[in-house]
Structure formats: structure tokens, C-alpha cells
């Protein structure tokens, strides 16, 4: 009886395990990660939203109304207030909010980007839906006790702005789907540059996500992008500066 026993227990474990094995499981695609992410943090409330922030000595609004956009600046320069307005028209900029400035081509595009490139980083991962926006999920990586979905992302050259031959990649938490960390490539006159970011500080605003950053480099020259969270993880990066989002306000635009 006591082996009939047995060897009843081992065809249950056997077939347990072949059932197991047998289950499928679904691997999830770069856009179902984002997707997930961008719900996480705030989801649609970033299509119908105004929020205004300080950042380095800077005023920034940004508002968002079914596909309209509308982003401003403020600042002090040597002379007066400037006052930059970049919208789904264009870009514009004035003095003292009255005597609009004429803008030499080359200075509008800079002015654009770096406009954009604050409420990109602001927004996250809220962007990385944009038609431009192409997402590959290139693996999975363990970092700081935790493991996470590597997603990189390119910009189609239409739409992708003048800097859309940047390359990123995000690191998303694979248990809270936030994107932790992020690294991105950029084009300078001696070559590439690279630098890694590690989000904290998290709060939500009306129910949007807000994060600060450490913005790291690498002082290694032939590092590659994709493993600067590793030198991460290993202490190998060198902290440049912060990013702080100060004084962090948000309407919900009610339609």
C-alpha cells in the first residue's frame, strides 16, 4: 500500500508538471510595456491637462487639448522677460509679453528642441506614443535588486524633430511598470554623447506622474548605450547634475 502510495504521488507530480509546461506565457510587446506605463502614470489625464513648473531658473507651461498642444517659457535674460511660445502653428517669441522678436531660422529650431526636450522628459512616458516614435524591446536587465524591461526607442526623421537621430532607452520596472531609468545618445560636434538618468522624487500632481532625475555620464570612451546600466549598477558613472521640476502645479482640463 505504502509504495502504491508513492507511486501515485509521482504520476500526479509528473503530470502536474506536464501541464505546467504546457501553459503558454505570453511575452508582453514593447508597445503593450509602454502602454502600461503610460496608464501607470497618468494615461489619458496627459491628453487633457495644463501644468506649469520651475526648472532651472525657467517658468515652463505645458497644455495639452485633444491633439492641440500649447508650451511656454519664461525667463529673464540681461534685458528683459522673454517669453517663448511653441504651439501646433509655431514658434514665437516676445519681450516683455508686447514686442515680438524676430528669430534667425537656426535659433528657432534650437529654441523648439530644447522647449520640447524639457516637456518630453516632464511628460514621461506619456511621448513615447507619438506617431514619430519607433519602440523595440531589445531584453531584459536586473538592476538594483530589481528586474526590467529594456525598451529602445528611435525617431523617425518626419516628425521626429531635429534631433531625431537621438536614440533612448528606457529601463521599465517589470513590477510597477515606471520607468526608472533612462540613457539617450546625442549628436555633438566631436562625435557621440551619452548620459544615463535615474528617476526619484516621485509624486503625483492631479494624478499625474512627476519625477526628478540624477543625470549621470560615463567616462569610459567606448562604452556603448546599451550598457550604461550596467556601469550604473557597478558605480562606474560619474553624477553631472539633477534634474528638478520645482513648484509642480496641474489643472485637468474637463470636456
Not at 98 to 118: C, E, G, Q, T
Amino acid at each position: 500500500m505504502k509504495y502504491l502510495y508513492i507511486l501515485l504521488l509521482s504520476l500526479l507530480f509528473i503530470n502536474c508538471k506536464n501541464n505546467t509546461s504546457n501553459v503558454e506565457v505570453k511575452t508582453l510587446t514593447a508597445d503593450e510595456i509602454v502602454n502600461k506605463s503610460i496608464k501607470v502614470a497618468g494615461g489619458d489625464k496627459f491628453e487633457n491637462s495644463n501644468a506649469v513648473f520651475n526648472f532651472r531658473n525657467k517658468e515652463y507651461f505645458i497644455s495639452r487639448n485633444n491633439g492641440n498642444y500649447h508650451f511656454e517659457r519664461r525667463f529673464q535674460d540681461s534685458l528683459t522677460a522673454i517669453h517663448d511660445i511653441l504651439t501646433n502653428n509655431g514658434f514665437e517669441r516676445t519681450r516683455e509679453g508686447v514686442l515680438k522678436v524676430r528669430v534667425a531660422d537656426s535659433m528657432v529650431s534650437k529654441y523648439i528642441s530644447s522647449i520640447n526636450s524639457v516637456q518630453y522628459f516632464a511628460s514621461l512616458p506619456y511621448g513615447l506614443n507619438d506617431k514619430a516614435v519607433n519602440k523595440t524591446l531589445i531584453g531584459e536587465e536586473h538592476i538594483k535588486e530589481n528586474d526590467y524591461y529594456k525598451i529602445q526607442v528611435t525617431f523617425d526623421q518626419e516628425g521626429g524633430g531635429e534631433d531625431f537621430e537621438d536614440v533612448f532607452i528606457y529601463w521599465i520596472n517589470k513590477a510597477t511598470y515606471k520607468p526608472d531609468y533612462l540613457a539617450y545618445s546625442y549628436n555633438e560636434d566631436d562625435g557621440k554623447g551619452m548620459r544615463f538618468r535615474e528617476a526619484y522624487n516621485e509624486r503625483y500632481v492631479k494624478g499625474l506622474r512627476f519625477v526628478d532625475y540624477n543625470n549621470y555620464k560615463s567616462e569610459a570612451p567606448d562604452i556603448k548605450l546599451q550598457d550604461l546600466a550596467k556601469a550604473f549598477d557597478n558605480n562606474q558613472l560619474k553624477l553631472l547634475s539633477k534634474i528638478v521640476l520645482e513648484n509642480v502645479e496641474v489643472d485637468l482640463i474637463d470636456l
